[in-house]
């Protein structure tokens, strides 16, 4: 399938909506598994001795797999659908800026230093959807949902990920009114999304606020 996507961008990156979306759910499943394997592998810290080499060799395994999709896609949107679309300021550029942001933000899950990278296209995203998008629109919601989970899990800013998530469903919940039923699904979705994670991180954040102030003997 991805093969047959890349041809299909190299041969004309000017794509329709289903086209787009084909390229993005083509290589979302095929990085989606191998993310998953990853996070299991990394959050098991019990294993034994000789379980832990054969687990680590694996890891590195998927680590690599990892960061061969990721170039591709990067490649494939730096190369051809970014540029497709530039200055366009219209819905498909946040996309497919977006898109670079997340793809950047895959690999800075075991390589950290992309997150710089990651930042940069998402910034450069919500610039353009502030502008242009409907603070209800989801690929507006979308974007401002990854970018606060960059900042709270890849550049470790906890207060920067909940001032941009409380941003983005305080906006929309003021818009929520002017929703219409072919996007209302996903919007709200997104948003509970958004609220869910305010929601915890308030929560951690609340913690570590409270053992920093408990005296210690």
Known sequence: MCEL??????????????????????YKN?????????RTIQA?????????????TYKGQIEKELEAICHDVLSLLKDHLIPSVKDKADETEVFYLKMAGDYYRYL??????????????????????????????PTRLGLALNYSVCHYEILRDPNKA?????EAFDDAIQKLDSLDDASYKDS?????????N???WTSENNEEDGDEETPKD
């Open 5 to 26: 996507v890349k041809a299909l961008i190299k041969e004309d990156a000017d794509l329709s909506v289903e086209d787009r979306n084909l390229v993005s759910v083509a």
């Open 30 to 38: 095929v990085v989606g598994t191998r993310r998953a394997s990853w």
């Open 44 to 56: 098991d810290s019990s294993a034994e001795s000789e379980e832990k080499v054969m687990m680590t």
């Open 108 to 137: 800075a899950e075991f390589k950290p230093d992309e997150g710089v990278h990651a930042s940069e296209y998402y910034a450069k995203a919500l610039a353009i959807a502030k502008t242009n998008l409907h603070e209800t629109h």
């Open 162 to 166: 909940c001032d941009l998530a409380k």
């Open 188 to 196: 709200t979705l997104i948003m509970q999304l958004l609220r869910d």
């Open 198 to 200: 305010l929601t915890l």
